[in-house]
């Protein structure tokens, strides 16, 4: 079982920046593929970015350019840098892992409880 916990979240005005920070316990965090979702109101949660165990990284096509993803083995933790924010940005974002590199929610099993991402304009 893999315990995540992120942090991080807050709010910014449009243009801003902010890192989200996902501290993983449980398994070995170098091998695990992770994630960054996000959901707002009254919507789906989509994914965002992922990053696999050997640093292959993709992007939601909205967020190329302005987000990126890394990863810190040593401190088991994945980031979420995410530049130039803009309202659309907002919602609660989710950290999550899995043993298999996926690009949709039923690939992993293993979810943070969130942290919230407000942009105003």
């Known amino acids: 079982q893999v315990q995540l916990v992120e942090s991080g979240g807050g709010s910014v005005r449009a243009g801003g920046s902010l890192r989200l920070s996902c501290l993983s316990s449980?398994?070995?965090?170098?091998?695990?593929?992770m994630a960054w979702f996000r959901q707002a109101p009254g919507k789906e949660r989509e994914f965002v970015a992922a990053i696999a165990w050997n640093d292959g990284r993709t992007y939601l096509d909205s967020v190329k350019g302005r987000f990126t993803i890394s990863r810190d083995n040593a401190k088991n933790t994945v980031y979420l840098q995410m530049n130039n924010l803009n309202p659309e940005d907002t919602g609660v974002y989710y950290c999550?892992?899995?043993?298999?590199?996926?690009?949709?929610?039923?690939?992993?099993?293993?979810w943070g409880q969130g942290t919230q991402v407000t942009v105003s304009s």
């Open positions: 999550a892992a899995s043993q298999i590199f996926s690009m949709v929610k039923r690939g992993y099993n293993n």
């Open positions: 449980g398994r070995n965090f170098s091998s695990d593929a």
